[in-house]
């Protein structure tokens, strides 16, 4: 094997993380625009049809659902518009209407969720990435993925990347790290940062995994990552970035959804979503909490090198390496300071609990 070159991101990210989001704002005048053409495009009867055409089936009930969601919640749609005037969500809100209103689909995020916890966790989710980073840095993850991590090895490039999910999978997530060999995506886990109480979490806020795929016809690109890695499951690596993401930000807890709670979850697959979550959150020492979600603190303790066996030592410690520059990497891509961890957000900076919404009613955090 040649020799491997890693190298973290750019480090472009030079303001700090810890804002309070509910002091950002938008200047005189600034935003008014969006919201005027956002109105101008959409009248009442547009808005659940944008909804509709990212599902898969019209039908008359459920155009009528839309709109009698947007009714229940008119308050609390007119507090998402409000906040997405800040650039540059005003710029990606246009480009994609339906992103203003995705929080009302069903099921978006988990199966469960009542609407004002989605847009509960949309709205913590945004406010939060706003507060935390500069405007030039929010609007390359939103408008494709950003470079965290590479590693060379030969000819061949690793690359761990961070953005926003891909169509298909974009309600069940705000934010995806990626794993690409030579430019090929071999695995995702996507997440949001929630208000801790949804998931019935005592924290402020948690770090939500809401889903990990891994891609078809990939096994040349496996056995290189096995290779160059030492790692049997590519999620070990994206899930060292996104610890490093929540160190970077503060946060002191992993939330991961359950198998039957998944987005996607069907009982004909059953087995295979069992094995992808539910095992694999438990392997790592996840526990199952009441509210069915598994949690663990930030970082996750694995197995002391002691417990392998002597053989396997070795190739224990050298994946630890691996994830440990991959974690590192992300944490002094988001901090700007290697090693340096942000401080914690204060209760008084977050949202009031949620409560469920009704018509004109609004969710107690103002951008």
Not at 13 to 18: D, G, I, Q, R, S
Not at 78 to 91: C, M, N, Y
Not at 296 to 313: D, M, N
Request: hydrophobic share 40%; glycine share 8%; net charge positive.
């Amino acid at each position: 094997m040649g020799e491997i070159h890693s190298q973290p991101g750019q480090h472009f990210v030079t303001l700090p993380l810890m804002n309070d989001f509910r002091g950002s704002h938008v200047e005189p005048g600034r935003g008014r625009p969006f919201l005027r053409e956002l109105r101008r495009r959409l009248n009442f009867f547009g808005w659940p049809l944008i909804l509709v055409r990212q599902r898969v089936n019209w039908s008359l009930s459920r155009v009528l659902g839309e709109c009698w969601r947007l009714l229940a919640n008119i308050g609390t749609q007119r507090e998402v518009l409000r906040f997405l005037a800040h650039r540059p969500f005003d710029e990606f809100a246009q480009d994609k209407p339906w992103f203003a209103f995705k929080y009302l689909i069903p099921d978006y995020i988990v199966l469960g969720f009542t609407v004002a916890e989605r847009a509960s966790c949309f709205l913590h989710h945004y406010r939060r990435m706003h507060s935390a980073l500069p405007e030039s840095t929010l609007r390359q993850i939103l408008q494709g993925e950003v470079v965290l991590h590479q590693v060379r090895d030969g000819d061949n490039c690793f690359t761990v990347t961070i953005g926003m999910p891909a169509m298909r999978y974009d309600r069940e997530g705000e934010l995806s790290t990626h794993l690409r060999v030579n430019g090929v995506e071999v695995y995702s886990l996507s997440f949001i940062i929630v208000p801790g109480g949804v998931v019935g979490s005592d924290l402020v806020e948690t770090l939500l995994i809401t889903c990990l795929q891994g891609k078809k016809n990939c096994d040349f690109e496996m056995k290189l990552v096995r290779k160059v890695f030492y790692e049997y499951s590519p999620r070990l690596l994206l899930l060292a970035a996104l610890q490093g993401f929540a160190i970077a930000f503060g946060i002191e807890e992993l939330t991961a959804v359950c198998a039957t709670n998944q987005r996607s979850y069907s009982k004909g697959h059953s087995t295979a979503f069992h094995h992808s979550y539910d095992e694999f959150f438990a392997s790592l020492g996840m526990r199952q909490t009441a509210a069915g979600f598994y949690s663990a603190p930030v970082p996750i303790q694995g197995k002391s090198l002691e417990s392998f066996e002597p053989k396997a030592r070795w190739r224990a410690r050298r994946r630890r390496a691996m994830r440990k520059q991959i974690e590192s990497a992300c944490v002094n891509f988001f901090s700007g300071t290697a090693g340096q961890n942000a401080a914690s957000f204060s209760s008084a900076m977050l949202a009031a609990p949620v409560s469920e919404p009704t018509v004109n009613s609004q969710l107690s955090a103002t951008p």
